[in-house]
Structures are given as structure tokens and as C-alpha cells.
């Protein structure tokens, strides 16, 4: 061991989503608080963690050859994550690991590096502050309020890698929200892998927060969060008819005018395959509610293309939603089967050249609206929050960018300003993903 006063050193490589980086960041806490050194490098550890991703074929190998790397370079490897839930995978290809469990596995996996490092005899409890050790930059933050899903989305394994619903403590997740802006974070991200469902699996039981009762539930939990008195923004919203409720909560300025829905498609045929809910129809419609009583909303939302089965005028009618829709934020993504995932089973899947060729014709299409709809902007003034400064300016992001996955905000003149600022800035281009603004 290196360090000359034995404390026991982690190593730790944190692969996937933000999901999976809240249940790295679990571990980190649970690591530091029992008073363990979390290390750098591999040769300075006593042993690594992996927090694996299993979601698509290319994240299995990559962290397959993680797991690989920390074996050749350090030797004692704990797995955990969502490849961890495929076991036998993991054992196969890596038999030397010390262990593996799945994901949302703190304790376990703390049981097993009690198991293979002890201890340390002195806690450094003191030392790990409220609000955890977390991955993100010291502005922003990921807030997990369940993990599972209920839904059985045919394209999706994520059910089988993690469960059913389970919701967080309403309390549990209104003191980390506190803890995490009482330490500096301007910016809360919900996420779950179904954020409108919270609640569902207690019957929306009340619990306490601050002294008063407060439901599970995605609304009431929208509206505390927006007392913190930061931008609180809702990721992973399944569309469910409650999901109207929020929007008044945007209007009103309590939560960002945010909503990030995956649709995934809009033909009725195509989404009852998917065993999704909703026709185009009744989603358009509800869209120009939505507008109508919040006109500064962004929507995003994702979208599957060339899934089994879709037929050229299906597609088309993706396309025409699309255009009807003038969503601001669009990902899509060709059908790609995933391991275990019930479509796989359907027939007719289409030819990799057509889905990649639809793939092409969609996003070409929504830059266009996407352009469109970033130019309007141009002229107006916007509160943004500071993600980085050096000498060419500083960037920023709007109440319609979410870190890392939307547009950013140059803000030429903005040198001076320090990381984590709320500013506002008066728009001056736009291209199709981004703007540019000046100090207002
Ligand atoms: S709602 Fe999301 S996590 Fe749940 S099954 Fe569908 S795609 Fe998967």
C-alpha cells in the first residue's frame, strides 16, 4: 500500500448515464464517509470499482474492456451497474473480478469491499460534506427521485436490468436537494427513469418535508423544488395525462419551462408496438395547450426511427408530426436491437441502409426547425448560467439548454464572469443548436 498512513485507497471508473452517475456518486459518499481515499490511478489503489453501463451492444464493450484495463492495471475489481444485473456476461468475459452486483447497489457493494479492504479504524466522517461527492460540476446537479419502471416499452431492458418503480422518500429527496443548494448548486436535475411516475409504487404516500406534509408525487415534488430558489428541470417525463399539471408550475416560474417527453414515435401502429402511449393527434393537441398557457416552454423529446416494421408512409407520418410539433429539441436514434428486448422478436425489421437513410431525412428536417425556432430568439434578452470562462468569453446555457445533451450560449464579452453565475445576456446569432449573446 502507498500512502504511508495505510489508509485504504479506492479506485473508481463511473461509465453510462446520469442515472448510473447518481449511484456512483452514492458510493463515492459511502466510500468517503467510512473513511476511505478515493485514488486517481490504478497502480495507487487497493482496489477499483466499475460502475458499468449495459444499455446498448457499444456500451456493454465498453465497459467490458474497463473492467479489462482495471484487471491488467490494478488486479482486484468490484463490477456494478446495469451490466453487473447481466452477471454471467461479466463473469464470462472477466472471471478474476472480485464480484458483481447490479445497479443501485450501494450496500452491497460496500459489503464487498469491506470484505476485501477493511476499514479504515478512524472514520473521516467530518470530512464528506452534506451534499455528497458528486461528479458533476459544483453548479449543477443530478437529483435521482426513483429507480425501475413499470412500463414494458418493447424496445427497452432497462425493466428487466433494474425493476419495477421504486420512488425515493419524498423527505429523503427534498433534505438532498437542500443539502446540495446549501452547497452551492444553481441547478437541480430530476431525473428517474420515469419522472411522472413517481410516487406510483406508494400510492403517492405523504410524506414530510420541512414540517409539513407533502405528497410522492412528481408535481407536489416540481412544486417544492421550486421554493430551493434554484432552476429545477425535469428530465425522463413518460407522457402521461398529470404531465398537463406541471406546465401552470413553468408558467408560473416555479420550475424551468422545460420538458424533456420522449415520444418516440407518432403512429399509432408503430407506438402500440412499442407499447408506448398516445396518438399524434392528442399529442398535438395537448402541445399547443401546453404553449398556450406557457409560451416560453422547451420541449425536447427522442425519437425512434426505422423500428420493426415501420413502413415508408409511417415514417412519413413521423415526419409530418414533426413539422406539426415544432419541437425545439429533437434526439433520434435509428432501432437498434438490444440484447433481450421484446421487438427484436417482431418481423420485418428494416434494412440498416433505410433506417440510416430515414435517420438522415429526420434530423436534416428538425435542424431546419430547430434553426428556425433558435433565430426567433435573436434580440430578446435571456437569464443564462455560467458553465465555463476563459479568455475567448464565457458559455452558458438557457432555461432551454440541459447540461451536456442541448445547445450552449456563447457569450463573447464574457471573460469576467465566474463559473456558476446567473446572467442575463441580450442574443445576437443562432445556428441550428446554438446562440450567441453579449452581456445585456
Ligand atoms: S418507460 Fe423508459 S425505462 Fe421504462 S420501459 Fe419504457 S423506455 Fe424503458
Same mark, same amino acid.
Given at each position: 500500500?502507498?500512502?504511508p ?5 479506492v479506485g473508481?471508473v463511473?461509465?453510462g448515464? &446520469?442515472k448510473?452517475t /447518481? ?16 485514488s =486517481?490511478?490504478?497502480?495507487d489503489s ?21 473492467i479489462?484495463?482495471a ?8 463490477v456494478?451497474g446495469?451490466?453487473?444485473a447481466k =452477471? ?8 478474476? /473480478?472480485?464480484a ?7 450496500d452491497?457493494v ?9 476499514k479504515?479504524?478512524?472514520p473521516?466522517? @467530518?470530512?464528506? &460534506?452534506?451534499?455528497g461527492i458528486r461528479?458533476?460540476?459544483?453548479h449543477y446537479?443530478? /437529483? ?5 419502471c413499470?412500463?414494458?416499452?418493447t424496445?427497452?431492458?432497462i425493466p428487466?436490468?433494474?425493476?419495477d418503480l421504486?420512488s425515493?422518500?419524498v423527505?429523503?429527496?427534498m ?9 452551492? %448548486?444553481k441547478e437541480l436535475l ?5 419522472t411522472s411516475?413517481?410516487g406510483?409504487?406508494?400510492k403517492?404516500r405523504?410524506g ?9 408525487r412528481m408535481?407536489e415534488?416540481?412544486?417544492a423544488l421550486?421554493?430551493?430558489g434554484?432552476?429545477?428541470r !425535469?428530465?425522463y417525463?413518460?407522457p402521461y ?10 408558467a ?9 417527453i420522449p415520444?418516440q414515435h407518432a403512429n399509432?401502429?408503430i ?7 398516445g396518438?399524434s ?8 395547450q401546453w ?7 422547451? !420541449?425536447r423529446?427522442?425519437?425512434?426511427v426505422?423500428? &420493426?416494421g415501420e ?6 407520418e413521423?415526419?409530418d408530426?414533426?413539422?406539426?410539433a ?6 433520434a436514434?435509428?432501432?437498434s436491437?438490444?440484447?433481450?428486448a421484446a421487438a427484436?422478436?417482431?418481423?420485418d425489421h428494416? &434494412?440498416?441502409e433505410?433506417?440510416q437513410?430515414?435517420?438522415?431525412r429526420l434530423?436534416?428536417l ?6 428556425e425556432?433558435?433565430?426567433?430568439? %435573436? ?5 443564462? !448560467?455560467?458553465?465555463?470562462v476563459?479568455?475567448?468569453?464565457a ?5 432551454? @439548454?440541459a447540461p451536456e445533451i442541448?445547445?450552449l450560449?456563447y457569450?463573447?464579452n464574457g471573460q469576467q464572469?465566474? /463559473?456558476g @453565475?446567473?446572467v442575463? %445576456?441580450?442574443i445576437?446569432d443562432?445556428d441550428?443548436?446554438d446562440l450567441?449573446?453579449?452581456i445585456?
Amino acid at each position: 500500500m502507498s500512502n504511508p498512513i495505510a489508509i485504504p485507497k479506492v479506485g473508481f471508473v463511473s461509465l453510462g448515464c &446520469p442515472k448510473a452517475t /447518481v449511484d456512483s456518486e452514492h458510493i463515492l459518499t459511502r466510500l468517503r464517509a467510512e473513511g476511505y481515499l478515493i485514488s =486517481g490511478s490504478y497502480q495507487d489503489s487497493d482496489l477499483v470499482i466499475v460502475n458499468t453501463c449495459g444499455f446498448i451492444d457499444s456500451a456493454v464493450e465498453e465497459s467490458l474492456d474497463a473492467i479489462g484495463e482495471a484487471l491488467a492495471e490494478n488486479g482486484k475489481v468490484i463490477v456494478t451497474g446495469c451490466l453487473g444485473a447481466k =452477471g454471467d456476461v461479466v463473469r464470462q468475459a472477466h472471471p478474476r /473480478v472480485l464480484a458483481v452486483t447490479g445497479p443501485h447497489a450501494t450496500d452491497e457493494v460496500m459489503a464487498v469491499v469491506h470484505q476485501h479492504l477493511p476499514k479504515p479504524h478512524d472514520p473521516y466522517s @467530518d470530512l464528506v &460534506p452534506a451534499q455528497g461527492i458528486r461528479l458533476t460540476p459544483k453548479h449543477y446537479a443530478y /437529483v435521482k427521485i426513483s429507480e425501475g419502471c413499470n412500463h414494458r416499452c418493447t424496445f427497452c431492458i432497462i425493466p428487466s436490468l433494474r425493476g419495477d418503480l421504486v420512488s425515493r422518500p419524498v423527505g429523503e429527496v427534498m433534505q438532498e436537494a437542500q443539502n446540495l443548494v446549501n452547497a452551492g %448548486v444553481k441547478e437541480l436535475l430530476v431525473i428517474s427513469q420515469d419522472t411522472s411516475a413517481y410516487g406510483v409504487d406508494v400510492k403517492y404516500r405523504t410524506g414530510f418535508w420541512g414540517g409539513r406534509p407533502l405528497r410522492t408525487r412528481m408535481t407536489e415534488l416540481a412544486a417544492a423544488l421550486g421554493e430551493l430558489g434554484v432552476w429545477v428541470r !425535469l428530465h425522463y417525463v413518460y407522457p402521461y395525462p398529470h404531465v398537463d399539471e406541471v406546465i401552470p408550475l413553468m408558467a408560473q416560474g416555479i420550475i424551468l419551462p422545460y420538458l424533456d417527453i420522449p415520444f418516440q414515435h407518432a403512429n399509432q401502429r408503430i407506438l402500440k408496438l412499442m407499447k408506448r402511449p398516445g396518438s399524434s393527434d392528442n399529442v398535438l393537441a395537448r402541445i399547443k395547450q401546453w404553449r398556450e398557457i406557457c409560451p416560453e416552454l422547451t !420541449l425536447r423529446s427522442t425519437f425512434i426511427v426505422g423500428f &420493426p416494421g415501420e413502413t415508408e408512409e409511417e415514417f412519413g407520418e413521423l415526419l409530418d408530426f414533426l413539422k406539426e410539433a415544432q419541437l425545439d429539441r429533437v434526439g433520434a436514434f435509428a432501432y437498434s436491437p438490444v440484447e433481450g428486448a421484446a421487438a427484436n422478436e417482431l418481423p420485418d425489421h428494416v &434494412p440498416p441502409e433505410v433506417q440510416q437513410e430515414r435517420l438522415a431525412r429526420l434530423m436534416l428536417l428538425q435542424e431546419e426547425i430547430s434553426a428556425e425556432r433558435l433565430k426567433r430568439k %435573436v434580440g430578446k434578452t435571456l437569464t443564462v !448560467l455560467v458553465d465555463e470562462v476563459d479568455e475567448e468569453g464565457a458559455i452558458a446555457r438557457s432555461s432551454a @439548454d440541459a447540461p451536456e445533451i442541448d445547445g450552449l450560449v456563447y457569450i463573447e464579452n464574457g471573460q469576467q464572469l465566474n /463559473v456558476g @453565475d446567473f446572467v442575463e %445576456v441580450k442574443i445576437t446569432d443562432s445556428d441550428e443548436h446554438d446562440l450567441w449573446a453579449e452581456i445585456a
